[in-house]
T-cell receptor, first 111, second 112 residues
């Protein structure tokens, strides 16, 4: 079974803090993704990576950056958290163009 | 740019009634289309993909390239089908083509 694990289920951070969301997959997938999920807006792609050190902006990259130093790990960084970044964050990985596997999600609240 | 449109945010049907969740897409090449489902308090998971042409849990979806649609259908809805459904699109051919784009989702409620 493919496992995609996000480091935290719930996080509460203060405005202006630097926030790291970590995601690890155990199936040697090249492609990894970060989405945010908001009611009525669906899943919006923040960034994705198709190889180590390769990244591409998604639809809403502003205020976020990513890091992929190792194949199994994809980190999402909020440089200076703001209240409008309060959301559910989902990480996913996939092999080539096949099925994507999702983590359990991190519910981030910025106060 | 690739785009997925799900025109219905909410869909409510009675048990045993047919269900159709609509999905339209925009993509310049040959796409891979998927339906994902999220049951309450569970992680998002694949329901079906167009290339496999399978029926999963009684659901089917046909890719219509002429209408750029990939509607999800089930002839007789069950209460356990109540969930959020997302249509998704990806390209082929490697690298950045594997970007996976989702629609806004349709919340299906099947009433007893």
């Amino acid at each position: 079974d493919v496992k995609v694990t996000q480091s935290s289920r719930y996080l509460v951070k203060r405005t202006g803090e630097k926030v790291f969301l970590e995601c690890v997959q155990d199936m040697d997938h090249e492609n990894m993704f970060w989405y945010r999920q908001d009611p009525g807006l669906g899943l919006r792609l923040i960034y994705f990576s198709y190889d180590v050190k390769m990244k591409e902006k998604g639809d809403i990259p502003e205020g976020y950056s990513v890091s992929r130093e190792k194949k199994e790990r994809f980190s999402l960084i909020l440089e200076s958290a703001s209240t409008n970044q309060t959301s559910m964050y989902l990480c996913a990985s996939r092999f080539l163009s096949t099925e994507a596997f999702f983590g359990q999600g991190t519910r981030l609240t910025v106060v | 740019a690739q785009r997925v449109t799900q025109p219905e945010k909410l869909l409510s049907v009675f048990k045993g009634a047919p269900v159709e969740l609509k999905c339209n897409y925009s993509y310049s090449g040959s796409p891979e289309l998927f339906w994902y489902v999220q049951y309450s308090r569970q992680r998002l998971q694949l329901l079906l993909r167009h290339i496999s042409r399978e029926s999963i849990k009684g659901f089917t979806a046909d890719l219509n390239k002429g209408e750029t649609s990939f509607h999800l259908k089930k002839p007789f809805a069950q209460e356990e089908d109540s969930a959020m459904y997302y249509c998704a699109l990806s390209g082929r051919g490697g690298g950045s083509n594997y970007k996976l784009t989702f629609g806004k989702g349709t919340l299906l409620t099947v009433n007893p």
